[in-house]
């Protein structure tokens, strides 16, 4: 768990976010007009409390969480896809876009072996992938646990 200042919601509350207990739901949310996610680009969008990250490429479209596993950072700023894996930008953590599973684990940076401490802080877990869809000019996602 941990604490995150919700600068858009009642003047700056306090809310709590437990990471490992995602909402689900059976509701098809918009998330982003179609037009507005044009090919290799990344949005990173709220349902709730919890953040989502949709992004266009060479497969189509996928939704994740948006947030790395390792050390939550928004995957949508700076993280890099390349051959279906999205990178974390902060320690490369690397994840696997159909299915979610980790196929780097906090690697960076080698020397000194900071990314492999850094690595040990959190527990090795899959990127969520979301259900997502194209309807009526909208993309949508369908959460999933």
């Known amino acids: 768990m941990r604490y995150c200042k919700q600068t858009d919601i009642e003047k700056h509350q ?3 976010i437990d990471m490992d207990s995602p ?17 290799g680009k990344k949005k990173m969008k709220n349902i709730g409390f ?8 060479e497969g189509g479209l996928r939704a994740t969480d948006a947030l790395c596993r390792h050390m939550a950072w928004p995957l949508a700023y700076g993280g890099k896809v390349e051959d279906g ?14 299915n979610g599973q980790v196929k780097e ?9 900071y990314g ?9 877990s899959p990127l969520v992938i979301h259900k997502v869809r ?4 909208w993309i949508e996602v369908l959460l999933n646990d």
């Open 14 to 16: 306090l809310y709590l």
């Open 23 to 39: 909402i689900k739901d059976d509701v098809w949310h918009k998330i982003v007009k179609s037009g507005k996610l044009k090919p």
């Open 50 to 57: 919890r953040s989502i990250m949709v992004l266009r490429d």
């Open 85 to 98: 894996c999205i990178t974390c930008p902060l320690h490369k953590t690397k994840y696997d876009l159909e």
């Open 105 to 113: 684990w906090s690697p960076f940076p080698l020397f000194p072996l």
């Open 116 to 124: 492999k401490i850094v690595g040990k802080m959190r527990k090795q």
């Open 134 to 137: 194209e309807s009526d000019g």
